[in-house]
């Protein structure tokens, strides 16, 4: 999604009739309702990709963004489906996830089925279905999954508790009782599962340049440190996708910018004009790999500024630990919602407030050791908090400790699921057996209506 930013109320009506004009829309983006549904952006150019499920993203959304049988549900609700093999609309963390793969008997494209994500304050991976389903079968599988959504009324008892996922957090519920549920809805069964590869890929952003299943064409992936990009920069971005590609830009899950249809030829020329304007193809894997949600800046519920220290931290990282080569994420988040997902983070921090000399400063809490995909863990909260400004330091101190005792090429997740938390504890401050910290609560349910 792009948000717009300090738009006075009075302008509103022409900015959404503008909008609307070109065929964008602000439906989906709050309420108890399905959310802009979410699909991989190289849908249709990626060589590497297993379909383009864009038909199917779009057939979704009709069905149901604006049909009054799927408002008012119990909360937001969250559908993502993806062809390529990076499952870069992260069907984990999404109440409904799709992801394509081939049939290993028959070569037949169909997709695996996923329910029940979600983070905030209770994280949960959503939970593989036993099928393997049809191209055919997509719309009446999601259809059927929304309606067990809809009318499980102990979901509506408690609006914090109102997420797909307390079925199975809270209600006893079983993925072969969701199964048969839904296909007591369908009327008939569903093929068995297949085996599956979830993606190695840590970043999941196609940033970079990557072929296209067209001849002679690539996509160039800019990596957009925290998601802000300034007007300049992206007058810039529309200029040059004109000049070099067709137009068109799309944007990813991990706040990226795309520009498909470039000529492979000219990749280089564009990437050069691209550093001009300040927008990066590579780049460390500090910048490339840290996410930050709001903060102080535009949320109510946030404890911390959380743009402006995000860009300061990868300042820092980079000058610390130049040429560090490994990939890793560092998500940002000003409270414990999660909007950051620090939850899915190799080093996901949480802010809070601290008392130092009597003055309150934003601090942050330690959550270790997450990922998606093939290394699946939700990050451990360690029991570590400091400062703000000492983040750098303990980021630093946590790489150099990884660094220095890695084993053979082993990478980062494995090195933190090796380690204790009290061990993971003391890398971070730098000196062994230090007491643990408990983490903050939220800071409260998010008000009716602005919640997400
Ligand atoms: C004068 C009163 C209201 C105004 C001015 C208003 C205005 C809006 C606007 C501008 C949007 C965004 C439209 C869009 O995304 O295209 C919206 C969305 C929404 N409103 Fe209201 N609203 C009002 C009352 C209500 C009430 C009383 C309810 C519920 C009982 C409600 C429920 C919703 C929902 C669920 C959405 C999201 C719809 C979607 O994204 O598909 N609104 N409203
Ligand atoms: C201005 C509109 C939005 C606001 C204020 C908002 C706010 C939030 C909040 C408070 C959370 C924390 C989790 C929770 O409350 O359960 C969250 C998480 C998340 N949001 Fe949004 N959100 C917005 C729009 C969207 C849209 C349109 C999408 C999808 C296209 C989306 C995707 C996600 C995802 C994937 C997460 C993390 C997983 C989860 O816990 O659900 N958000 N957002
Ligand atoms: S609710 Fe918390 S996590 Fe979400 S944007 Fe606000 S500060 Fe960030």
């Known amino acids: 999604n792009v948000q717009l930013h300090w738009v006075r109320i009075e302008d509103l009506p022409e900015i959404l009739e503008t909008l609307w004009r070109v065929g964008l829309t602000t439906m989906g983006a709050c309420g108890d309702d399905t959310r802009n549904i979410t699909g991989c952006p190289l849908a249709g150019v990626d060589a590497d990709e297993i379909v383009d499920a864009s038909p199917l993203v779009q057939a979704a959304t009709r069905m149901l963004n604006g049909n009054p049988e799927f408002y008012n549900l119990p909360r937001k609700y969250k559908i993502s489906i993806t062809g390529c093999r990076a499952w870069c609309s992260y069907p984990e963390i999404n109440d409904v996830g799709l992801t394509a793969l081939r049939h290993p008997q028959t070569d037949e494209v169909g997709f695996s089925v996923r329910v029940g994500g979600g983070l905030s304050t209770d994280p949960h991976f959503a939970l593989r279905l036993d099928a393997f389903v049809r191209w055919h079968e997509v719309l009446p599988v999601i259809r059927g999954i929304s309606e067990v959504f809809r009318d499980s009324g102990v979901l509506r008892e408690n609006r914090e508790k109102a997420r797909l996922k307390f079925l199975f957090l809270r209600h006893g519920w079983t993925v072969e009782r969701f199964q048969a549920e839904l296909e007591g809805r369908l009327g008939f069964r569903l093929a068995r599962a297949v085996a599956e590869e979830p993606p190695e890929d840590v970043y999941r952003d196609h940033v970079g340049v990557h072929p296209q299943k067209q001849p002679g064409y690539c996509a160039v992936g800019i990596a957009v440190l925290r998601g802000r990009m300034t007007p300049s920069e992206m007058q810039a971005a529309a200029r040059l996708a004109d000049l070099y590609g067709t137009g ?53 519920l946030a404890l911390t500024e959380t743009k402006g220290f995000a860009r300061w931290l990868v300042d820092e990282l980079e000058r610390r630990l130049p040429g560090f080569d490994q990939h890793v994420k560092i998500h940002i988040t000003g409270c414990p919602n999660s909007c950051g997902q620090h939850w899915i983070a190799d080093i996901g921090i949480e802010g809070k407030k601290l008392k130092l000399d009597g003055r309150l400063v934003d601090a942050y809490y330690f959550c270790v050791g997450g990922g998606v995909g093939r290394h699946q863990a939700t990050a451990r909260p360690i029991g570590y908090r400091v400062a703000a400004d000492l983040v750098p330091d303990a980021i630093e101190r946590l790489v150099s400790a990884y660094l220095a005792d890695r084993r053979d090429g082993e990478h980062f997740r494995r090195f933190c699921a090796r380690h204790t938390d009290d061990e993971l504890r003391s890398f971070l401050a730098g000196e062994p057996a230090v007491a643990t910290v408990e983490r903050d609560p939220s800071p409260g349910r998010p008000p009716h209506g602005v919640d997400g």
């Open 248 to 300: 068109e830009l799309r944007v990813t899950a991990m706040q990226n910018l795309l520009i498909p249809n470039v000529r492979g030829a000219r990749t280089a020329d564009l990437a050069r004009e691209l550093e001009a304007a300040g927008l990066r193809i590579e780049a460390s894997p500090f910048w490339r790999g840290t996410i930050a949600c709001t903060g102080t800046e535009f949320c109510k």
